[in-house]
């Protein structure tokens, strides 16, 4: 919440008024300075230096940094919330019949190819060594792309399926990756947020899963949505593969 370089150059006694905002931070906008003074055991100078020295103009700066500060804490909440209904709802949609219809069209795809490559960039680049490693344990012939940014061989691709793995669908190193792998023969079936997204309309198949997108309050390139529907979507198409290759061989 506050600088920490500004916070390591406070006295003993305007660490007593930070300690007190850092207890106190959810009742801190409504208080005025006298009602401050008197719950921190301090001074009004006391109260001001400290705030002046963590960047503040004055009390009524503070407060409505407080303030925006509450807004975002009850802003996140609500997303998070709001992401686990949503996860709930598609959770409860993957498992009706009617879902098979999506899936199908990616189980044949996955059935008919002999290579499974998964790849992404991020967090779904560490989901696409999660999918390898999880079809590998329903011993289909998968592995993952562990470095986006390698050359795709431009021969032996034929027989193989491309799992893009993209939240937002418009990553620019994955959209390449899309464009090569079926430049050299392989399918394209894409996992994304969105089934408008370029990468989404550039593959041969997409499943969307549709989730409110959250960004990192850090860095701005860095997207918190949910993936548990991604999880979900590898373990249900790995088991529903093994199930009809299980049928076929026997």
């Not at 490693?133 to 399926?161: D, Q, V």
């Not at 464009?179 to 997409?206: C, H, P, W």
């Amino acid at each position: 919440m506050f600088d920490t370089e500004k916070v390591k150059g406070l006295n003993e006694l305007e660490m007593v008024v930070y300690r007190y905002i850092i207890e106190n931070v959810s009742t801190l906008s409504s208080l005025t300075i006298r009602e401050m003074t008197e719950a921190a055991h301090v001074s009004t100078s006391t109260i001001l230096r400290t705030l002046t020295k963590l960047g503040f103009g004055g009390f009524s700066e503070f407060k409505y940094f407080i303030k925006e500060e509450q807004q975002k804490k009850e802003r996140s909440f609500d997303y998070f919330y709001d992401a686990t209904v949503q996860v709930d709802h598609f959770l409860k949609r993957v498992n009706d019949d009617n879902y098979r219809d999506v899936l199908q069209p990616a189980v044949k795809m996955i059935l008919n190819k002999r290579h499974i490559v998964f790849t992404g960039i991020g967090t779904s680049g560490t989901l696409g060594l999660y999918g390898s490693r999880y079809f590998a344990n329903m011993e289909l012939n998968a592995y993952s792309l562990a470095n986006p940014f390698a050359p795709i061989p431009p021969r032996g691709l034929e027989n193989t399926l491309t799992i893009i793995l993209s939240v937002s669908g418009e990553t620019e190193q994955m959209i390449e990756q899309a464009i090569a792998f079926k430049r050299y023969g392989a399918q394209v079936l894409s996992i994304t947020n969105d089934e408008n997204s370029t990468i989404a309309r550039m593959s041969d198949y997409n499943i969307s899963y549709y989730m409110p997108e959250v960004g990192s309050p850090v860095e701005d390139h860095v997207n918190l949505t949910t993936q548990v529907p991604v999880i979900a979507l590898i373990e249900i198409l790995a088991h529903q593969v093994a199930k009809k290759l299980h049928v076929i061989e026997e």
